[in-house]
């Protein structure tokens, strides 16, 4: 089981890197998502124990780790505020860009940077 | 558009929806679910009722102006029941009653302090959630305008 | 004189006044806490050779004060600029002589550096004052970036010696010192400093450009501040300095290469603050000499030195300054036979250069019997070469004083203010007292001998009337420099090819050639970072997953990984998991947003089944919930593009560049999850989890959900940072897309 | 309750504040006095914290463990006090300036609790949780002047630092999984127990987190498209408050955490620290705008921070302290005397120059002279050699820029209308502040000392 939640996480977190890596900004988006699922899973796999739900009266046997399934609580709402914000900044490159790929973006800023070369630096 | 049937639908299940949002709610602390669970139940009511809606005549329907107020209004609630406890001398997120105290029950509600700050989670990830949303839908309309 | 320059004036006749009074009255200085945690003390002391260096920086100060309050109006009109800029000047020429006093006084290393640094910035701004001139700028630059880096050896020098003795207080040092290694070190690195600030070989290239600077600002640069602080370090580290043979013959070394250098080059200069700078470097090699030549003669040899040089250089400067402003030029080839037009000036800047030269009956003829006491005192090839450097110093200097005021007169020569001819007079007037009275001079450099020694010193000056050794110099150093000044044509070709060959390969060339390079270099690489970096996520993947694997490298692994154990009940898991994986990996492939959008909903719910499955009922409900509202928020960004750029965007192709690559490091960074993540997981844990603790402590926080009890009871803090980021990122979005609007 | 103050005052004034326009001056005020207020809790909490020793409380007076711990130690007061004083300063910069978004002051307000949750906090996760808070009120704060370079340098700056969180929180889990706990005292003593191998990954994992938030050759790259495009308020808060998490960061989890690892890898980060400061000095060699260069800069000035670091010891722990402060300071008067024109700016922006190449009057020089001085306790004549070079390459660059952008007929500062005059006034402010601690170095160096005694584990 440790091994196949830990090739589960690298999984997540390869399909993720793969997409963040993409020049389609949506797609470094949907890649965030994957990665923070590799972090969340990462999190619930981290539980010391593993058993039934820590509710009371407490059941038979053992119960599941409640402060992993606390802090993965918080990190899916975390998640969740963090990739609505960059989806919105997303949406704001296209609306101050008309473009959302990464390439046309790096284009602009090496024409900026060109623009300022042309100028000696003279002291 | 959408189907009158649809649109029917959609009014006629805001309510089931607001009400299961509070029964999470309520039962948070003995069972499944909390605020932030039910505050997101809730709010995808009211999203419901925008995709099928659109965005004026939802604005009409229900009072989403109020959402940003909401969701100020739960931020402040958790952080008063977070930080009340300090002017009493005791460390922070102290909730009263204390343990082993009794409890006063109203029905299967229990009153402490702590329902005060789920609460509070409950309005704010309402509010902000509805906000979001609501923020992306101008910015279509207002784009398109 | 306007205002700034009268109070300036003042302030430095007051300083001059208070520095006498103090030497006098035997001032027992100042000492206070400054930096305890250092063991650093605000503490100052006039000691002899705080004295002399205080005194030269106020004296000469004020005459430079004066005589700028002349000088200054006229440059600034010349440039057209405002009046007000006059107040930077002379703000700044009272900063320099402020950190000159308190450098000369200052008894702990790490004050000392302070104030060496603050002469290089006041110097830096002076040489630069004419900041609109791009010569000005480089000449500025060049000064504070020779000084100032090299000041960073003097500060490694004072640590290393801090490190083996503790302390940075300058007596205490000078008490605990034992001849070795350490102090050697240390003695090298400030020495190097000292060097550089006063312009000897290699460093001094610094100096001859920084005469960019107005006149007055090179008078007191040469003669009293700046470049005269770095022979001040000398004689104040002397005491360290002395420990090593070595070093003290480094230092006669690199004194007489100065003093050739200079003096070769400075016969071959046209622009006359040109020929003053270089025969400045050739004159500081006189004084490096002599400290390194050590001893009693030597010490004291120094500092007198360097008071009748500050007298004589300075008028000097000022005479170049008056020149200028008489005639409007500033070459030798074009001047000559001003004694006819400025008797005074010609009379004031003659003593000066007699100063220079050694003449009998001025005070530079004690400062070359020293000189070539200490050479004969060592060896007599040493002293063959003190005769050259002399007979060097006649010439240049003859041609100098020569060129500009005798012979026929070239450039026509108006009036020019008293101010900036009896300046040069009374200076000149004071290298005449000193040849005639010299008592109090040497009063003053045995006292600063003392200082450096450690010692009484003793030395005195008189006119002997016989044929001893420093006589017979003096005359032969007379003889071979008059003969250099009638046949010049003997020489020229030679000192002119010295001179380019200096150019050519000199140091200047590999600054010059340093600055250039880097700054192409750093063009040259930051144009692949703006290429092929500033959008690149990979860049932070590649090299992460690389430290991952170094520290994987680095730490046996032997039996580091479990597998785990699988048992039958654990089937359906296996199933969702697989499911969330296989789904992760087809998000690399669909090409419409709306697909790919789905196809990640569909990891995220199948995580939730596997939450629910590792019995967290509470994590799965919220990961539902969480998937949803993000898809739904996804399909309404979706919706606020037109359809078209999203077509064009899904229809964007990997160039075949990257088609490789982009696999490969998202397999690198894969790995590297697992390896972090699998490593963690095999290991169980050391101790108690303390969520033991909550599942005991639940029914006290009167909670039946032990999940949402530490959410809003134990770790309810986390929650309310969560809830916080939640409505952050909406006022985000509000401030994003709608100016931050909320309703 | 003197603990739980500088995180109350800021977390309610958010909330207020994003109920109110921000837009209008008395509420920019507003803010500023809520953060003055912030800082003045702060500092008395410092006070509390040097005279009597560290300050703890855990949430809802559970136990340790249970509840989430609070500690104010003579580390965290520092870096709480330092940037809340550098927040103060830009907010109220910027609300002289003119802030263009309702929400503007709200977000630097929730910025604030984040920072100052962070480091007053005892807890892992809780720490990761305070980063958040200030990373995504970060995020929005860099993409708030709305012009296209600085979205796109907002999209790549979160795009970059939430992977790092993501990072983050993968080596928070592991390390709960191998500890069993989440509150540092008990990590820091049961870690010492684990498996050398998994906790180097861990520790790994956690450096490459923060090595992003610090821009850290090679994880720099996003660093100065953000710096040098952003209003230069802003970028003053991202490099002299936000940054502060990565120098806190690698501290606190380095040193307090996981000591073994960092003495482990001690010379790793020597490599590393040395290839930043060469790396970003070599960048800014010849950018030719002044935000550029202070961006490059303060990418190169981290590597002295780190190699003060790995250095270790009391001498090593407080010239990294030292270093990180007054790099934070120097940044901030540096981004704000950048953007503005007219006398004075020019004396204030050469402060901030002189001051990160280490010369004094400027305070910047006492981090440098730590900075030596624990390399040659270190007796390490190559490291030494190297900051020298450092040391060197900085000086020409800084004067370079300084003189490209304020000497030059046609230098950028040279023509345009000069900015109001409470603007330079404030920036000037920020240069004396540098200057007289340069003049008066002792409380800095007392609170840094302080700061590295808690590192070192001594009086507790």
Same mark, same amino acid.
């Given at each position: 089981m440790i091994l196949l939640l830990s090739a589960v996480v690298a999984v997540l977190f390869g399909a993720g890197a793969f997409l963040v890596l993409k020049t389609d900004l949506l797609r470094v988006v949907v890649g965030m998502v994957l990665i923070s699922h590799a972090a969340n899973l990462t999190l619930m796999a981290s539980g010391l124990t593993r058993g039934k739900? /820590?509710?009371? /009266?407490l059941p038979n046997g053992e119960v599941s780790d409640p402060l992993v399934q606390a802090m993965t609580l918080t990190a899916l709402v975390i998640g969740f505020g963090v990739t609505a914000l960059l989806l919105g900044i997303a949406y704001r490159v296209y609306e101050t860009h008309f473009a959302v790929d990464f390439d046309r973006l790096a284009e602009e800023e090496a024409r900026r940077e060109a623009e300022l070369e042309q100028e000696e630096v003279s002291v | 558009m959408t189907s009158l049937l649809t649109q029917v639908v959609v009014r006629l299940l805001l309510a089931p929806t607001i009400v299961i949002a509070a029964a999470v709610l309520a039962k948070g602390y003995s069972s499944v679910g909390d605020g932030f669970s039910a505050g997101v139940i809730a709010a995808l009511g009211v999203i419901a009722v925008y995709l099928v809606l659109g965005a004026e005549q939802a604005d009409r329907l229900l009072p989403v102006r109020l959402a940003p107020v909401g969701a100020i209004a739960g931020l402040l609630i958790t952080l008063v029941v977070t930080f009340s406890s300090v002017v009493r001398g005791e460390p922070l997120l102290t909730h009263a009653p204390p343990p082993g105290a009794d409890v006063i029950h109203l029905g299967t509600l229990e009153l402490i302090t702590a329902v005060a700050f789920d609460v509070g989670v409950f309005l704010l990830v309402f509010g902000a959630v509805v906000g979001i949303l609501r923020t992306v839908a101008l910015a279509r309309s207002e784009a398109g305008s | 004189m306007s205002l700034p320059a009268r109070v300036s004036a003042a302030l430095a006749a007051l300083a001059f006044v208070l520095t006498l009074a103090g030497w006098w009255s035997g001032s027992p200085g100042i000492d206070l806490p400054w930096a305890p945690s250092l063991g650093l003390r605000l503490s100052f002391e006039l000691d002899g050779l705080g004295v002399l260096y205080s005194l030269l920086a106020t004296g000469i100060g004020f005459a430079v004060v004066l005589y700028s309050g002349a000088y200054v109006p006229l440059h600034l009109e010349h440039q057209q600029r405002p009046h007000r800029d006059e107040v930077r000047f002379f703000g700044l020429l009272l900063l320099f002589m402020v950190s000159m006093v308190g450098l000369a006084t200052a008894r702990d290393l790490i004050l000392l550096f302070v104030f060496w640094d603050l002469t290089a910035i006041a110097s830096y701004f002076l040489i630069g004052y004419d900041r609109q001139e791009a010569e000005a700028r480089t000449a500025a630059l060049m000064a504070l970036v020779v000084t100032g880096v090299t000041a960073v050896l003097l500060l490694i020098g004072t640590l290393v010696l801090y490190a083996e003795y503790?302390?940075?207080s300058i007596p205490e040092l000078v008490a605990s010192v034992e001849p070795g290694g350490t102090v050697t070190l240390a003695a090298t690195l400030m020495a190097l400093a000292g060097l550089a600030k006063c312009a000897q070989v290699p460093f001094h290239f610094w100096l001859p450009r920084a005469? $960019? $600077?107005?006149s007055p600002v090179s008078a007191y640069l040469h003669a009293a501040a700046m470049v005269a602080a770095g022979v001040f370090l000398l004689g104040r580290i002397y005491p360290f300095l002395e420990t090593s043979e070595l070093l003290l013959d480094g230092l006669v070394v690199v004194g007489f290469a100065s003093m050739f250098v200079g003096g070769i080059v400075a016969l071959t200069r046209d622009r006359l603050k040109q020929l003053l700078a270089y025969s400045t470097v050739s004159q500081y090699g006189y004084v490096v000499v002599l400290y390194g030549l050590g001893d009693t003669v030597g010490v004291v040899g120094a500092s007198f030195y360097v008071i009748a040089h500050a007298l004589a250089k300075s008028a000097l400067f000022l005479t170049a300054g008056a020149v200028a402003e008489a005639t409007g030029e500033r070459r030798l080839s074009e001047l000559g036979g001003l004694r006819r037009a400025m008797p005074a000036l010609a009379l004031g800047s003659g003593l000066a250069a007699a100063g220079l030269a050694a003449l009998p009956l001025t005070i530079g003829f004690f400062k070359d019997e020293l000189f070539f006491q200490a050479g004969v005192e060592r060896s007599p090839g040493i002293a063959v070469l003190t005769i050259l450097g002399a007979a060097l110093t006649f010439a240049y200097i003859g041609r100098f004083w020569i060129g500009v005021f005798l012979g026929p007169t070239r450039a026509p020569a108006h009036r020019v203010s008293a101010l900036l001819t009896g300046p040069v007079v009374a200076l000149g007037g004071l290298v005449l007292v000193g040849g005639l009275l010299p008592e109090p001079f040497v009063a003053l450099a045995n006292a600063a001998a003392e200082a450096s020694l450690g010692a009484a010193a003793s030395v005195d000056v008189f006119y002997h009337l016989d044929a001893r050794a420093e006589n017979l110099m003096a005359l032969s150093a007379y003889a071979i420099g008059a003969a250099a000044l009638a046949a010049p044509r003997v020489w020229r070709a030679a000192a002119e090819t010295c001179a380019r060959l200096g150019e050519r390969l000199g140091p200047e060339r590999v600054y010059v050639a340093t600055i250039r390079s880097l700054n192409e270099t750093s063009d040259r690489i930051h144009g692949i970072e703006v290429r092929d970096l500033r959008t690149r996520i990979a860049a932070i993947l590649v090299p992460g997953g690389l430290l991952v694997l170094l520290g994987l490298l680095a730490t046996p692994t032997a039996g580091a990984y479990t597998v785990g154990s699988l048992d039958r009940g654990d089937t359906a898991l296996v199933l969702v998991l697989a499911t969330a994986a296989l789904a992760a990996i087809a998000t690399t492939l669909p090409r419409q947003h709306l697909t790919l959008l789905l196809v990640a909903a569909s990891v995220g719910f199948s995580l939730a089944v596997v939450y629910a499955f590792l019995g967290g009922p509470d994590v799965a409900l919220v990961a539902v919930l969480v998937e949803t509202t993000l898809t739904l928020l996804f399909i309404g960004v979706f919706a606020l593009m037109p359809r078209a750029s999203l077509r064009r965007l899904a229809a964007l192709r990997t160039p075949p560049t990257r088609r490789w690559r982009d696999p490969l490091v998202g397999a690198a960074a894969a790995l590297a999850a697992f390896l972090v993540v699998w490593g963690a997981l095999s290991r169980p844990s050391v101790g108690e989890s303390v969520a033991e603790e909550h599942v005991r402590l639940t029914p006290d926080a009167h909670a039946k959900d032990v999940v949402t009890a530490i959410l809003t009871d134990f770790r309810g803090l986390d929650t309310l940072g969560e809830i916080t980021v939640v409505a952050i990122a909406f006022f985000g979005i509000a401030t994003l897309l709608r100016r931050g609007r909320l309703s | 309750m003197t603990l739980v103050l500088p995180l109350a005052i800021p977390w309610f004034a958010a909330v207020a504040l994003a109920a !109110?326009?921000?837009?209008r001056p008395a509420v920019g005020w507003a803010a500023v006095a809520s953060l003055a207020a912030a800082l003045v809790a702060t500092a008395a909490l410092a006070i509390r914290v040097w005279t009597e020793g560290p300050v703890e409380t855990v949430t809802g007076g559970w136990p340790v463990g249970v509840g989430i711990t609070l500690r104010a130690d003579a580390l965290s007061v520092l870096f709480s006090l330092l940037t809340l004083a550098v927040l103060v300063v830009c907010l109220a910069h910027e609300v002289l300036s003119g802030i263009e978004s309702r929400l503007f002051p709200a977000l630097v307000a929730f910025m604030t609790v984040g920072l100052t949750g962070l480091f007053l906090t005892g807890d892992i996760f809780s720490f990761y949780v305070f980063f958040e808070i200030a990373m995504v009120s970060a995020y929005v704060i860099t993409g708030y002047g709305g012009r296209p370079r600085q979205i796109s340098a907002a999209f790549v700056f979160a795009v970059v630092n939430l992977l790092g969180s993501f990072v983050f929180l993968i080596a928070i889990a592991a390390t709960y999984h191998v500890t069993g706990s989440l509150e540092m005292g008990q990590v820091a003593e049961r870690i010492a127990d684990v498996e050398p191998s998994t906790v180097i990954l861990i520790a790994v994992t956690v450096f490459v987190a923060f090595g992003v938030k610090l821009g850290l050759f090679p994880f720099h790259f996003w660093l100065p498209v953000v710096y040098a495009s952003v209003r230069p308020a802003v970028a003053a808060i991202l490099?002299? =408050? !936000? =940054?502060n998490i990565g120098t806190y960061g690698v501290l606190r989890f380095g040193a307090d955490v996981f000591p073994r690892e960092l003495e482990f890898s001690a010379s790793a980060l020597v490599v590393l620290g040395v290839i930043t400061i060469l790396y970003g000095a070599m960048q800014a060699m010849s950018r030719r705008t002044a935000p550029e260069v202070i961006a490059y800069s303060s990418i190169g000035q981290v590597g002295y921070v780190l190699i003060a670091l790995a250095i270790g010891g009391p001498i090593g722990y407080a010239a990294a302290v030292l270093y990180a402060i007054l790099n934070s300071l120097n940044k901030v008067l540096l981004f704000l005397a950048s953007g503005l024109r007219g006398w004075l700016v020019g004396a204030a922006f050469f402060v901030g120059v002189i001051s990160v190449a280490g010369i004094p009057p400027a305070a910047g020089f006492f981090g440098k002279l730590e900075v030596f001085r624990a390399a040659i306790e270190d007796a390490s004549v190559t490291l030494v050699a190297l900051l020298f070079l450092g040391g060197a390459l900085s000086v020409v660059y800084l004067l370079q820029i300084y003189q490209h952008v304020y000497?030059?007929?046609?230098?950028?500062?040279?023509?345009?209308e000069a900015s109001p005059v409470v603007l330079r006034a404030l920036t000037f402010a920020v240069a004396l502040v540098v200057l007289a601690l340069g003049l008066w170095p002792e409380p800095l160096l007392a609170a840094s000392r302080a700061a590295a005694e808690v590192l070192v584990g001594g009086p507790e």
């Amino acid at each position: 089981m440790i091994l196949l939640l830990s090739a589960v996480v690298a999984v997540l977190f390869g399909a993720g890197a793969f997409l963040v890596l993409k020049t389609d900004l949506l797609r470094v988006v949907v890649g965030m998502v994957l990665i923070s699922h590799a972090a969340n899973l990462t999190l619930m796999a981290s539980g010391l124990t593993r058993g039934k739900a /820590p509710i009371y /009266p407490l059941p038979n046997g053992e119960v599941s780790d409640p402060l992993v399934q606390a802090m993965t609580l918080t990190a899916l709402v975390i998640g969740f505020g963090v990739t609505a914000l960059l989806l919105g900044i997303a949406y704001r490159v296209y609306e101050t860009h008309f473009a959302v790929d990464f390439d046309r973006l790096a284009e602009e800023e090496a024409r900026r940077e060109a623009e300022l070369e042309q100028e000696e630096v003279s002291v | 558009m959408t189907s009158l049937l649809t649109q029917v639908v959609v009014r006629l299940l805001l309510a089931p929806t607001i009400v299961i949002a509070a029964a999470v709610l309520a039962k948070g602390y003995s069972s499944v679910g909390d605020g932030f669970s039910a505050g997101v139940i809730a709010a995808l009511g009211v999203i419901a009722v925008y995709l099928v809606l659109g965005a004026e005549q939802a604005d009409r329907l229900l009072p989403v102006r109020l959402a940003p107020v909401g969701a100020i209004a739960g931020l402040l609630i958790t952080l008063v029941v977070t930080f009340s406890s300090v002017v009493r001398g005791e460390p922070l997120l102290t909730h009263a009653p204390p343990p082993g105290a009794d409890v006063i029950h109203l029905g299967t509600l229990e009153l402490i302090t702590a329902v005060a700050f789920d609460v509070g989670v409950f309005l704010l990830v309402f509010g902000a959630v509805v906000g979001i949303l609501r923020t992306v839908a101008l910015a279509r309309s207002e784009a398109g305008s | 004189m306007s205002l700034p320059a009268r109070v300036s004036a003042a302030l430095a006749a007051l300083a001059f006044v208070l520095t006498l009074a103090g030497w006098w009255s035997g001032s027992p200085g100042i000492d206070l806490p400054w930096a305890p945690s250092l063991g650093l003390r605000l503490s100052f002391e006039l000691d002899g050779l705080g004295v002399l260096y205080s005194l030269l920086a106020t004296g000469i100060g004020f005459a430079v004060v004066l005589y700028s309050g002349a000088y200054v109006p006229l440059h600034l009109e010349h440039q057209q600029r405002p009046h007000r800029d006059e107040v930077r000047f002379f703000g700044l020429l009272l900063l320099f002589m402020v950190s000159m006093v308190g450098l000369a006084t200052a008894r702990d290393l790490i004050l000392l550096f302070v104030f060496w640094d603050l002469t290089a910035i006041a110097s830096y701004f002076l040489i630069g004052y004419d900041r609109q001139e791009a010569e000005a700028r480089t000449a500025a630059l060049m000064a504070l970036v020779v000084t100032g880096v090299t000041a960073v050896l003097l500060l490694i020098g004072t640590l290393v010696l801090y490190a083996e003795y503790g302390t940075f207080s300058i007596p205490e040092l000078v008490a605990s010192v034992e001849p070795g290694g350490t102090v050697t070190l240390a003695a090298t690195l400030m020495a190097l400093a000292g060097l550089a600030k006063c312009a000897q070989v290699p460093f001094h290239f610094w100096l001859p450009r920084a005469m $960019a $600077a107005p006149s007055p600002v090179s008078a007191y640069l040469h003669a009293a501040a700046m470049v005269a602080a770095g022979v001040f370090l000398l004689g104040r580290i002397y005491p360290f300095l002395e420990t090593s043979e070595l070093l003290l013959d480094g230092l006669v070394v690199v004194g007489f290469a100065s003093m050739f250098v200079g003096g070769i080059v400075a016969l071959t200069r046209d622009r006359l603050k040109q020929l003053l700078a270089y025969s400045t470097v050739s004159q500081y090699g006189y004084v490096v000499v002599l400290y390194g030549l050590g001893d009693t003669v030597g010490v004291v040899g120094a500092s007198f030195y360097v008071i009748a040089h500050a007298l004589a250089k300075s008028a000097l400067f000022l005479t170049a300054g008056a020149v200028a402003e008489a005639t409007g030029e500033r070459r030798l080839s074009e001047l000559g036979g001003l004694r006819r037009a400025m008797p005074a000036l010609a009379l004031g800047s003659g003593l000066a250069a007699a100063g220079l030269a050694a003449l009998p009956l001025t005070i530079g003829f004690f400062k070359d019997e020293l000189f070539f006491q200490a050479g004969v005192e060592r060896s007599p090839g040493i002293a063959v070469l003190t005769i050259l450097g002399a007979a060097l110093t006649f010439a240049y200097i003859g041609r100098f004083w020569i060129g500009v005021f005798l012979g026929p007169t070239r450039a026509p020569a108006h009036r020019v203010s008293a101010l900036l001819t009896g300046p040069v007079v009374a200076l000149g007037g004071l290298v005449l007292v000193g040849g005639l009275l010299p008592e109090p001079f040497v009063a003053l450099a045995n006292a600063a001998a003392e200082a450096s020694l450690g010692a009484a010193a003793s030395v005195d000056v008189f006119y002997h009337l016989d044929a001893r050794a420093e006589n017979l110099m003096a005359l032969s150093a007379y003889a071979i420099g008059a003969a250099a000044l009638a046949a010049p044509r003997v020489w020229r070709a030679a000192a002119e090819t010295c001179a380019r060959l200096g150019e050519r390969l000199g140091p200047e060339r590999v600054y010059v050639a340093t600055i250039r390079s880097l700054n192409e270099t750093s063009d040259r690489i930051h144009g692949i970072e703006v290429r092929d970096l500033r959008t690149r996520i990979a860049a932070i993947l590649v090299p992460g997953g690389l430290l991952v694997l170094l520290g994987l490298l680095a730490t046996p692994t032997a039996g580091a990984y479990t597998v785990g154990s699988l048992d039958r009940g654990d089937t359906a898991l296996v199933l969702v998991l697989a499911t969330a994986a296989l789904a992760a990996i087809a998000t690399t492939l669909p090409r419409q947003h709306l697909t790919l959008l789905l196809v990640a909903a569909s990891v995220g719910f199948s995580l939730a089944v596997v939450y629910a499955f590792l019995g967290g009922p509470d994590v799965a409900l919220v990961a539902v919930l969480v998937e949803t509202t993000l898809t739904l928020l996804f399909i309404g960004v979706f919706a606020l593009m037109p359809r078209a750029s999203l077509r064009r965007l899904a229809a964007l192709r990997t160039p075949p560049t990257r088609r490789w690559r982009d696999p490969l490091v998202g397999a690198a960074a894969a790995l590297a999850a697992f390896l972090v993540v699998w490593g963690a997981l095999s290991r169980p844990s050391v101790g108690e989890s303390v969520a033991e603790e909550h599942v005991r402590l639940t029914p006290d926080a009167h909670a039946k959900d032990v999940v949402t009890a530490i959410l809003t009871d134990f770790r309810g803090l986390d929650t309310l940072g969560e809830i916080t980021v939640v409505a952050i990122a909406f006022f985000g979005i509000a401030t994003l897309l709608r100016r931050g609007r909320l309703s | 309750m003197t603990l739980v103050l500088p995180l109350a005052i800021p977390w309610f004034a958010a909330v207020a504040l994003a109920a !109110l326009d921000g837009r209008r001056p008395a509420v920019g005020w507003a803010a500023v006095a809520s953060l003055a207020a912030a800082l003045v809790a702060t500092a008395a909490l410092a006070i509390r914290v040097w005279t009597e020793g560290p300050v703890e409380t855990v949430t809802g007076g559970w136990p340790v463990g249970v509840g989430i711990t609070l500690r104010a130690d003579a580390l965290s007061v520092l870096f709480s006090l330092l940037t809340l004083a550098v927040l103060v300063v830009c907010l109220a910069h910027e609300v002289l300036s003119g802030i263009e978004s309702r929400l503007f002051p709200a977000l630097v307000a929730f910025m604030t609790v984040g920072l100052t949750g962070l480091f007053l906090t005892g807890d892992i996760f809780s720490f990761y949780v305070f980063f958040e808070i200030a990373m995504v009120s970060a995020y929005v704060i860099t993409g708030y002047g709305g012009r296209p370079r600085q979205i796109s340098a907002a999209f790549v700056f979160a795009v970059v630092n939430l992977l790092g969180s993501f990072v983050f929180l993968i080596a928070i889990a592991a390390t709960y999984h191998v500890t069993g706990s989440l509150e540092m005292g008990q990590v820091a003593e049961r870690i010492a127990d684990v498996e050398p191998s998994t906790v180097i990954l861990i520790a790994v994992t956690v450096f490459v987190a923060f090595g992003v938030k610090l821009g850290l050759f090679p994880f720099h790259f996003w660093l100065p498209v953000v710096y040098a495009s952003v209003r230069p308020a802003v970028a003053a808060i991202l490099s002299g =408050a !936000l =940054a502060n998490i990565g120098t806190y960061g690698v501290l606190r989890f380095g040193a307090d955490v996981f000591p073994r690892e960092l003495e482990f890898s001690a010379s790793a980060l020597v490599v590393l620290g040395v290839i930043t400061i060469l790396y970003g000095a070599m960048q800014a060699m010849s950018r030719r705008t002044a935000p550029e260069v202070i961006a490059y800069s303060s990418i190169g000035q981290v590597g002295y921070v780190l190699i003060a670091l790995a250095i270790g010891g009391p001498i090593g722990y407080a010239a990294a302290v030292l270093y990180a402060i007054l790099n934070s300071l120097n940044k901030v008067l540096l981004f704000l005397a950048s953007g503005l024109r007219g006398w004075l700016v020019g004396a204030a922006f050469f402060v901030g120059v002189i001051s990160v190449a280490g010369i004094p009057p400027a305070a910047g020089f006492f981090g440098k002279l730590e900075v030596f001085r624990a390399a040659i306790e270190d007796a390490s004549v190559t490291l030494v050699a190297l900051l020298f070079l450092g040391g060197a390459l900085s000086v020409v660059y800084l004067l370079q820029i300084y003189q490209h952008v304020y000497w030059r007929p046609g230098g950028v500062a040279a023509g345009g209308e000069a900015s109001p005059v409470v603007l330079r006034a404030l920036t000037f402010a920020v240069a004396l502040v540098v200057l007289a601690l340069g003049l008066w170095p002792e409380p800095l160096l007392a609170a840094s000392r302080a700061a590295a005694e808690v590192l070192v584990g001594g009086p507790e």
